[in-house]
């Protein structure tokens, strides 16, 4: 007698080329779902990344605009003790002890002062407002500042106006 159903485990050779066709339509689906995840894993790293370097540059220059409006007391000060140069006595004392802790405030702050006095003229760093001949100074030498310039945390505030030594 003849048995009409197969043998158990036996398939037909077209189920086989069914099911190897639908095993690599599914191992095709499963490398692009991770593909996918993997570009989304590296799309949101990228993300924290960039976020984390906002935060950090916010942090870093969130005291930008109240520094910036401290500068004209810090040259208030530093005029003062210009014109007090000569003198000596509890005022003049005062107005050092108060700058000393202003400058202090800002440094602890990312603030930086720049007196190039003597140093090489830095377009990034100096506007020059004349040049001057002077013998005593190499060309392209500060030799006078009339306001000093400041950093935050590396990034220019405000350029030190100074005088260059001529050719």
Same mark, same amino acid.
């Given at each position: 007698?003849?048995?009409?159903?197969?043998?158990?485990?036996?398939?037909?050779?077209?189920?086989?080329?069914?099911?190897?066709?639908? $095993?690599? !339509? /599914?191992?095709?689906?499963?490398? &692009? @779902?991770?593909?996918?995840?993997?570009?989304?894993? #590296? =799309?949101?790293?990228?993300?924290?990344?960039?976020?984390?370097?906002?935060?950090?540059?916010?942090?870093?220059?969130?005291?930008?605009?109240? $520094?910036? !409006? /401290?500068?004209?007391?810090?040259? &208030? @000060?530093?005029?003062?003790?210009?014109?007090?140069? #000569? =003198?000596?006595?509890?005022?003049?004392?005062?107005?050092?002890?108060?700058?000393?802790?202003?400058?202090?405030?800002?440094?602890?702050?990312? $603030?930086? !002062? /720049?007196?190039?006095?003597?140093?090489?003229?830095?377009?990034?760093?100096?506007?020059?407002?004349?040049?001057?001949?002077?013998?005593?100074?190499?060309?392209?030498?500060?030799?006078?500042?009339?306001?000093?310039?400041?950093?935050?945390?590396?990034?220019?505030?405000?350029?030190?106006?100074?005088?260059?030594?001529?050719?």
């Amino acid at each position: 007698m003849h048995n009409e159903n197969p043998t158990p485990g036996a398939e037909a050779p077209e189920d086989d080329y069914g099911l190897d066709n639908e $095993l690599e !339509q /599914l191992r095709a689906a499963m490398a &692009s @779902l991770r593909e996918e995840a993997l570009r989304e894993r #590296a =799309e949101l790293d990228n993300q924290r990344k960039r976020l984390a370097r906002d935060v950090d540059q916010a942090r870093r220059f969130a005291n930008e605009k109240l $520094l910036s !409006q /401290l500068l004209p007391v810090l040259d &208030s @000060l530093d005029a003062g003790l210009t014109a007090a140069s #000569a =003198e000596t006595g509890p005022l003049k004392d005062g107005l050092e002890l108060t700058l000393r802790q202003l400058l202090k405030v800002g440094e602890d702050n990312g $603030l930086a !002062q /720049l007196d190039p006095l003597g140093k090489p003229f830095d377009p990034e760093w100096h506007q020059a407002i004349s040049q001057i001949a002077s013998p005593g100074h190499a060309a392209g030498t500060v030799v006078q500042v009339f306001q000093k310039g400041y950093a935050l945390n590396d990034r220019l505030l405000r350029p030190a106006l100074v005088v260059v030594a001529a050719e």
